[in-house]
C-alpha cells in the first residue's frame, strides 16, 4: 500500500458502519500520511442511523469528509466521486492550468476485508468488475478500475494487521464476519455478541425472537432462550445452542435483528 500511494492523488476508506472504530486498521492514519482521503462509513442500512450520524461528525471534527453509504441498496454511491474531486478541486485546477485538462483522478480504495470494497468499485463501474462475495479475504491482490467519468480505481486487498491488541476490536471483527468463521467458536462468539448486544439494543431480543431478557439471565441463558423459542432441539428435548449461535450471528449481519451499531464514537478510542 505504501509503495502504491505515490500513484493515486487521493484514498477513499471504506469502513463498517455497525463498527467503524473496529473495521479501521489502527496504522491507517501513519500509512496515508497527508494524502487527501475520504471515508465511508459502509452497510449503513444495518448501522443505527443515529449512532452513524455521530460518527460522520466525529470524522468532520478531524478534518476527514465522511459518508454513509449501503452498496447493497446503493445509497449515496452517487456522491462518492463528486466527494473526492471536490476535496481535490484545488489540484485538478492546478493540472487544467497546466493544460492537462482530461487527466484521470487516481483513487485508491482501502479497507479491511469484508466491508464492501469490491461492491462499491462495481456500483461505481456500473459492472461486476471486482469479484465479490460475502466472505472476507477475496480480492487477492490489487486491480485497477477505469471509471467513465476520467477517474481510475485502484483496488488494494484487504488485510487485517497481525495482532489485535483490543479483544473487544478481535470481537467486533468476528461479529460482522471480517474474521473466518472456522476459526471462531460459535457458541462463545455468540455469548459474547449477547453481552453487547444487552448493552447497545437489548429490545432486538424482544423483537426478533419474542424472548425477555432479565438481569438474572446469563448470555448462554439468552442463547437457550433463542434455540428453544426457534425450535432448535435434539434427542432428549436439548437445545442446539450451536445452531441457535449460528442464526444468532448470520440475522445481525444480514440486518434482520435490525439497525444495530455496536460502536460509538466516544465509547471507542
Keep these: ?42 452497510k449503513s ?46 489540484e485538478i485546477a492546478k ?23 469490491s461492491s462499491l468499485i462495481n456500483r461505481l463501474a456500473g459492472s461486476k468488475r471486482a469479484k465479490v462475495e460475502d466472505r472476507p479475504g477475496v480480492t487477492r491482490g490489487k486491480q485497477w478500475v477505469t471509471l467513465a467519468n476520467d477517474v481510475e480505481l485502484l483496488d488494494m486487498p484487504g488485510v487485517l494487521w497481525p495482532k489485535f491488541e483490543d479483544q473487544d476490536v478481535g470481537l467486533s471483527l468476528a461479529f460482522t464476519g471480517a ?12 455469548c459474547f455478541f449477547i453481552k453487547k448486544l ?18 438474572e439471565d446469563t448470555d448462554y441463558d439468552v442463547l437457550e432462550m433463542i434455540g428453544k423459542r426457534r425450535g432448535f432441539l435434539i434427542s432428549g428435548g436439548e437445545i442446539n445452542t450451536e445452531r441457535a449461535a449460528i442464526i444468532l450471528i448470520d440475522e445481525f449481519r444480514s440486518g434482520k435483528l435490525g439497525r444495530i451499531s455496536l460502536e460509538l464514537p466516544e465509547a471507542s478510542r
Design 1 to 42: 500500500m505504501t509503495d502504491s500511494l505515490r500513484l493515486v492523488d487521493a484514498v477513499i476508506e471504506v469502513t463498517d458502519a455497525r463498527i467503524p472504530y473496529s473495521s479501521r486498521n489502527p496504522e491507517m492514519d501513519k500509512l496515508v500520511g497527508r494524502k487527501p482521503r475520504i471515508v465511508l462509513l459502509n
Design 45 to 90: 442500512d444495518a448501522a443505527n442511523e443515529t449512532a452513524t450520524s455521530r460518527w460522520i461528525d466525529y470524522y468532520k471534527r478531524q478534518g476527514i469528509p465522511a459518508i454513509a453509504t449501503d452498496c447493497r441498496s446503493g445509497k449515496n454511491i452517487n456522491r462518492v466521486i463528486p466527494l473526492v474531486k471536490e476535496v481535490l478541486k484545488d
Design 95 to 117: 493540472w487544467a492550468a497546466k493544460g492537462m485538462v482530461g487527466r484521470p483522478v487516481r483513487i485508491m480504495i482501502v479497507g479491511i476485508p469484508n466491508v464492501g470494497k
Design 179 to 190: 474474521v473466518k468463521d472456522d476459526i471462531m467458536d460459535m457458541e462463545s462468539l455468540a
Design 198 to 215: 444487552r448493552i447497545v439494543s437489548c429490545d432486538a431480543f424482544k423483537e426478533r425472537y419474542d424472548i425477555e431478557v432479565s438481569d
